[in-house]
């Protein structure tokens, strides 16, 4: 029989949406399988306000920091602060649970005066992520430093797929320490699915009838490669409209690149969609094109393949475990080819064949299969003794 677990849970919520977007914050604990429905939670929040909110099973106290970029330093004061607030509250968990390895010698030394399980929720590729961004080289560092010392103080490691139990076992990891969950967007949506419809955003955007839609959803980052999609883009001619759903600190570069390539009249960035938007979008997309330089999983790859749409993506390795190779469930494009390499997977994604139809239904398959593992947080082997 599950049991109802009380979670102690370290994150960060720089926008605050514990109070003014608790329902974003409720999609994300369903998506990671973490029982929202049925267990209670404790947040300790690094966050740009203070408050402390003790209301029904979901709790808070938000502590404001301007450190965010100062990992180490963070880290280090978690340490102090996390025992502190437990027993400030006269707090019990069950579970300790942190998505950064850095927070696990807090959640040790909690769990050393207070008892309960550490579970490390790895839901991408931290040392690989960190080389993308401004000082890749430090903060790439400082991963690998976390990984290597501090795994050890986790009981479990509660990940996303195949792609990241190697990551995890790479470091060190034993297998028998690791669960593989599904990520829940798309059956935790389903109503929204089902409502989605064509023409929706064809209409909003007022984009023309004899125009493809690309469309990409990820956050403005480097990471995620988007001045080369920028550029490819361009290349493809004036019968094609961009879309890029997601929000992040490259907007004004990637606005400025659109203007010096002619093609900002034909690239819209509609910011941050509600899961409840997000899937006409998909209904409306020709294409989904993602050409990150890392993925854990490119989970936003399932979500379209579900919807039937035809994918292009990088070699990143979350996203060619989803993909498989060039053809099978979607389209590889690889970091050297041509913008001719590039329009030709476009067109072939774009023209009905049935060699692509083939790819589509194989697609649907595989993300169907990945919705069978009904793994939650509470089926942890740690929870069961």
Known sequence: MIRTLSIFMINYDWRDIFRTSFVELKDKLERDQLNPSMNDFFFF??????YVSLEGRFKTIHKKTRLYSLKPVLDLLTLISVPFTVKRFKLKPDAWMTYDFGMLPALWLAKLIFGGKIVLCVSNQPRVYSQTRRFGAIKGFYSWATEKLWWRLADHFFTINENMKTYLKNIGIPEKYITVF????????????????????????????NQKVILTVARLESEKNYPKLLELFAGLGSGYVLIALGRGSLLEPLNRQAKSLGIQDRLIFPGFIHRDEIWNYYADADLFVLLSKAEALGLVFWEAMHMDVPVIGSEADGIVETIGNDGDRGRIWHDGDSQAGFSERVKFCLTPSQERDAMLKRAKVFVDKQRTNKITFNDLPIFSK
Do not use: C, M, Q
């Open 45 to 50: 929040s690094w966050a740009n306000v203070s």
């Open 182 to 209: 599904y990520v829940n967007t798309i059956d935790r949506d389903l109503e929204f699915i089902t409502k989605a419809k064509k023409g929706v955003i064809r209409t909003k955007h007022a984009i023309a009838p």
